[in-house]
């Protein structure tokens, strides 16, 4: 089967939409080459997992170490099959295990295999989570806990205790049941995203933008209202440029400055002033801030550059609107692209526009920038133009203000992702279809009104809370144990040696305990560190993109 050469965006694949529970899941691992789409681009998330794609896919997640070249003792597997190196790495670390010298690469995974072998991932990378609260009590509370098979025990206790499986709504764990392609993605996502890099999963089901910042609560397009934004739970945020008369790029939605712009003592201007007639250093005198009350006084026009740095400091992912009106030459947006480049933002930036020449200059700098054209309603020739500004390694999307049910069912019948474009009623929110992918508003958060898939907490966190309990309690219990055995006596500091000589001599003791029951576990793995991640195979080596650009 013919597999594409990149990372698969949502919107190329064909068979998940946003509505769908495992939507975000799917997203992330496609994202990252953790799992792919067949060359139709459908990820078929109701097909059985098998054991060949569910080993390749841990191998890719642990940076495809080198293997060594040892032969494969297998009767069902060649020396070259596509997931080899896999399967060598598998049998190698103790990640996998085999019966009657059988793999079986084409059946489907069984929940309590994936367990077993997402388990001894976990031992191999060094990441214990809740081993040591395992008690065989755990997984009782299942009314099928009784079929989990002996061999696979600790496995889906270790999982169930993490939050990894949970059961189904009749309290069954189905260890025997066959695992999907989208319960695997879900799976994955939520062990890399506790366990492994928390906060690497973006859980929401569709992309909430903030049109100029959360200019409710803060002035429009300033510094603090996308600092808001982000306090407000926003990752996403628009901005207007436009360009001062010494082609300085400001945040600005109009070239007339009067509607937010006054005097330092608070008074209106008292006539019109445009951004385009003044220089950047005139327009520091006006405050931007204060028509919103006093706590604003003294904001000033923020230029591009302070932006950008500030959407890279807060993370937040800019979307950057291009006005034709401004007067924007290729010369001043190749400045936009230079700052955004240099702050390493180029793949987390959105360039939209009503005007094609400027997304098509952007995609000519840069294959991979993502691109949106804003249009009024959608028409033959919009439709053409996104078709136009695709390459194989972009995302382009309509940005729409006609997004109802026929403007839906034309982006999905010519593949065109469509976001919508301003959306400010709760109700309407509710009322989209689940094709589109973004919506652009003044204060509604789409994925807080919007059904979106559970986090869960991250292993790292709970565990070190919970392991520093543990020793707590413990040195507690033998420092009395220590007291109880010397009591008190005149000379103090023979009475305190010899209690921390006991606490050391009972530390050690438990010490020893400890690693005796996770010796077996570990499997020969305690201590051994991850290779440093490598390239993928599929992937070749990119010489970076130049900007030398054919407009200029």
Not at 219 to 236: C, D, H, M, V, W
Request: proline fraction near 4%; charged fraction near 30%; aromatic fraction near 10%.
């Amino acid at each position: 089967m013919m597999m594409p050469s990149h990372a698969v965006s949502m919107a190329e694949c064909k068979d998940v939409d946003r509505g769908d529970w495992y939507f975000a899941a799917v997203r992330y691992v496609l994202a990252e080459d953790l799992m792919s789409v067949d060359e139709e681009m459908n990820f078929h998330p109701n097909d059985p997992m098998t054991r060949a794609m569910f080993i390749q896919t841990l191998y890719t997640m642990a940076g495809t170490p080198k293997v060594k070249d040892k032969k494969l003792k297998l009767k069902d597997t060649g020396e070259y099959d596509w997931y080899s190196d896999a399967l060598r790495w598998g049998d190698q670390n103790g990640i996998i295990f085999f019966e009657k010298k059988q793999f079986r690469p084409s059946d489907a995974i069984t929940r309590e295999e994936q367990a077993y072998m997402v388990y001894h991932y976990a031992l191999y990378r060094g990441k214990f989570g809740e081993y040591n609260n395992l008690t065989t009590n755990d997984i009782k509370e299942f009314k099928d806990y009784t079929k989990v098979s002996d061999w696979a025990e600790t496995a889906v206790e270790w999982m169930t205790v993490n939050g990894y499986y949970r059961g189904n709504e009749s309290k069954k764990l189905q260890p025997k049941k066959e695992a999907t392609r989208g319960e695997t993605a879900l799976l994955i996502a939520r062990i890399q995203d506790s366990l492994f890099d928390p906060g690497c999963v973006d859980w929401s089901s569709v992309k909430s933008i903030n049109h100029g910042g959360y200019n409710f609560a803060a002035p429009i397009n300033t510094l603090p209202a996308f600092e808001e934004s982000a306090k407000q739970g926003y990752r996403y945020v628009e901005t207007d440029i436009r360009l001062t008369k010494d082609r300085v790029p400001v945040l600005l939605h109009s070239d007339v400055i009067n509607e937010y712009a006054r005097n330092d003592d608070g008074s209106e201007l008292s006539e019109e002033v445009r951004i385009s007639d003044i220089s950047y250093e005139d327009a520091l005198k006006y405050d931007f801030g204060i028509f919103m009350g006093e706590k604003y006084a003294g904001t000033r026009l923020a230029t591009f550059d302070e932006y950008i740095e500030l959407c890279k400091k807060k993370k937040l992912h800019p979307y950057i609107e291009l006005k034709s009106e401004t007067g924007l030459t290729f010369k001043d947006l190749q400045k936009l692209i230079d700052k955004v480049q240099a702050e390493d933002m180029l793949d987390n930036v959105t360039w939209i526009s009503y005007t094609t020449g400027y997304l098509d200059y952007v995609r000519n700098c840069y294959s991979k920038a993502r691109l949106g054209l804003i249009v009024d309603e959608i028409q033959e020739k919009s439709l053409l133009q996104v078709k136009a500004l695709k390459t194989e390694r972009n995302e382009v999307f309509l940005n729409s203000l006609e997004h109802d049910d026929a403007a839906v069912a034309i982006c999905k019948e010519r593949d065109i992702p469509l976001e919508a474009w301003v959306v400010d009623d709760v109700e309407e929110v509710k009322s989209l279809d689940p094709y589109i992918s973004g919506i652009t508003s003044d204060n509604l958060i789409a994925d807080q009104i919007l059904p979106s898939m559970p986090k869960i907490k991250g292993i790292s966190e709970r565990s070190t809370v919970t392991f520093t309990a543990i020793g707590a309690v413990l040195f507690l219990a033998l420092f009395i144990l220590g007291l109880i055995k010397f009591p008190p006596v005149p000379n103090r500091r023979r009475l305190f040696r010899k209690t921390r000589q006991a606490v050391n001599r009972q530390m050690t003791a438990a010490g020893k305990v400890v690693a005796a029951s996770l010796k077996n576990a570990v499997m020969r793995r305690d201590g051994v560190q991850l290779p440093k991640r490598k390239k993928r195979k599929n992937q070749t080596e990119e010489k970076p993109e130049v900007f030398d650009n054919p407009y200029l």
